[in-house]
C-alpha cells in the first residue's frame, strides 16, 4: 500500500526555522511529484510549494516562494520543507501529497495525502 507520512513539526519561536520531511512508501512503479499544503486556522487548505519527481521542476504560488523551500535531493520519494523566519500566523497544519505535474504546474492527488503534522510558532 502507498502511502505518505510526514514528520518534524513541533514547536518554534518565532524567527526560528524548521524543516519537515515527508517520505512516500509502497511499492509503486509510478515517480511521483510531492508538495505540500497548510492548513491554518480559520482558513482553507493553501499551498506551499512542490517539485517533481527529478527535482528539475520547482512549483509554487503565484505569490511566490517566499520563505519557504520545497527540496528533493536527488530522485527519490522523500522530500522536505524548509521553512525560515517563521511567524506566529504560520502554525498550523502541514500536510504533504504525492500528485503529478506537467512541468509547468502541480496537481495533488485526492488519495495520497499524509495525515498532517503540526507547526506550532510562539511569539
Given at each position: 500500500q502507498v502511502q505518505v507520512t510526514e514528520s518534524g513539526g513541533g514547536l518554534v519561536q518565532a524567527g526560528g526555522s524548521l524543516r519537515l520531511s515527508c517520505e512516500l512508501t509502497g511499492r509503486t512503479p509510478y515517480r511521483y511529484?510531492?508538495?505540500?499544503?497548510?492548513?491554518v486556522p480559520g482558513k482553507d487548505r493553501e499551498f506551499i510549494g512542490a517539485i517533481s519527481?527529478?527535482?528539475?521542476?520547482?512549483?509554487?504560488?503565484?505569490?511566490?516562494?517566499?520563505?519557504?523551500?520545497v527540496i528533493r535531493h536527488s530522485v527519490s520519494n522523500k522530500i522536505y520543507l524548509q521553512m525560515?523566519?517563521?511567524?506566529?500566523?504560520?502554525?498550523?497544519?502541514?500536510?504533504?501529497?504525492?500528485?503529478?505535474?506537467?512541468?509547468?504546474?502541480?496537481?495533488?492527488?485526492?488519495?495520497?495525502?499524509?495525515?498532517?503534522i503540526q507547526v506550532t510558532v510562539s511569539s
Amino acid at each position: 500500500q502507498v502511502q505518505v507520512t510526514e514528520s518534524g513539526g513541533g514547536l518554534v519561536q518565532a524567527g526560528g526555522s524548521l524543516r519537515l520531511s515527508c517520505e512516500l512508501t509502497g511499492r509503486t512503479p509510478y515517480r511521483y511529484p510531492m508538495g505540500w499544503f497548510r492548513q491554518v486556522p480559520g482558513k482553507d487548505r493553501e499551498f506551499i510549494g512542490a517539485i517533481s519527481w527529478s527535482g528539475s521542476y520547482e512549483y509554487y504560488p503565484d505569490s511566490g516562494r517566499g520563505r519557504f523551500t520545497v527540496i528533493r535531493h536527488s530522485v527519490s520519494n522523500k522530500i522536505y520543507l524548509q521553512m525560515d523566519n517563521l511567524k506566529p500566523e504560520d502554525t498550523g497544519l502541514y500536510f504533504c501529497n504525492a500528485g503529478r505535474d506537467t512541468g509547468r504546474e502541480y496537481f495533488p492527488s485526492d488519495d495520497l495525502w499524509g495525515q498532517g503534522i503540526q507547526v506550532t510558532v510562539s511569539s
